[in-house]
């Protein structure tokens, strides 16, 4: 059964930095490109950068690169996504999810949980 | 970018009725690029329909997806108690320099009437 499993909801500064994983089980970790997904009630969902484990390639939304790092560990099949100085802005529910990517479609298959992110003086 | 509108914002529907849920690319689109997700409270999303006509593993066949260019379609046949839910509609992109993107619409609110 795929199963991706995501950290708990974290509280943080202004200014501090953080990372966050999403690991997964249940099928070959490095053949499947992995998502983050941001969600708030102001912008609802939005791509921000996925990871391929393989070989750690990385692509981003304009809208987030040079605001996130993404980093990968092959062998305890986890992603993650990382913040080195976080803002009051960066408070939302952040997904992983696998990303099928065919010529029937490119979509996002199996979702984690969500991490609750936070960031308040 | 191609931006995707959904409507209505909310349905308020009775279990047993039929819903129509609507998704618009800004410009054309493959369908092949087009999918659709149901997220309940405190869940992330979940799967439903890939290259816009295609259900994921598991979803029941009351939900069926249409539509091709700029007008897609989610339609639920008859809607059961778990179905109430807020839907979304998914776009992947690639632009002539390989930069890949994924938009999503801002959903539609199926609630109980």
């Known amino acids: 059964e795929v199963q991706l499993v995501q950290s708990g909801a974290e509280v943080k500064k202004p200014g501090e930095s953080l990372k966050i994983s999403c690991q997964a089980s249940?099928?070959?970790?490095?053949?499947?490109?992995i998502g983050w997904v941001r969600q708030t009630p102001e912008k609802g969902l939005e791509w921000m950068a996925m990871?391929?484990?393989?070989?750690?390639?990385?692509r981003f939304s304009p809208s987030f690169e040079g605001q996130v790092t993404l980093s990968g560990d092959k062998s305890v099949n986890t992603v993650f996504l990382q913040w080195n100085s976080l803002k009051a802005s960066d408070t939302a529910m952040y997904f992983c999810?696998?990303?099928?990517?065919?010529?029937?479609?490119?979509?996002?298959?199996?979702w984690g949980q969500g991490t609750l992110i936070t960031v308040s003086s | 970018e191609t931006v995707l509108t959904q409507s209505p914002g909310t349905l308020s529907l009775s279990p047993g009725e039929r819903a129509t849920l609507s998704c618009r690319a800004s410009q054309s689109i493959s369908r092949s690029s087009l999918a659709w997700y149901q997220q309940k409270p405190g869940q992330g999303p979940r799967l439903l329909i890939y290259?816009?006509?295609t259900r994921a593993t598991g979803v029941p066949d009351r939900f069926s997806g249409s539509g091709s260019g700029t007008d897609f379609t989610l339609t639920i046949s008859r809607l059961e108690s778990e179905d109430f839910a807020v839907y979304y509609c998914?776009?992947?992109?690639?632009?002539?320099?390989?930069?890949?993107?994924?938009?999503f619409g801002p959903g539609t609110k199926v609630d109980i009437k």
């Open positions: 249940g099928y070959s970790f490095t053949t499947y490109w």
């Open positions: 998914q776009h992947y992109y690639t632009s002539h320099y390989g930069t890949s993107r994924f938009t």
């Open positions: 990871i391929y484990p393989g070989d750690s390639d990385t």
């Open positions: 999810a696998r990303r099928i990517f065919s010529s029937a479609g490119d979509y996002f298959d199996f």
């Open positions: 290259g816009a006509s």
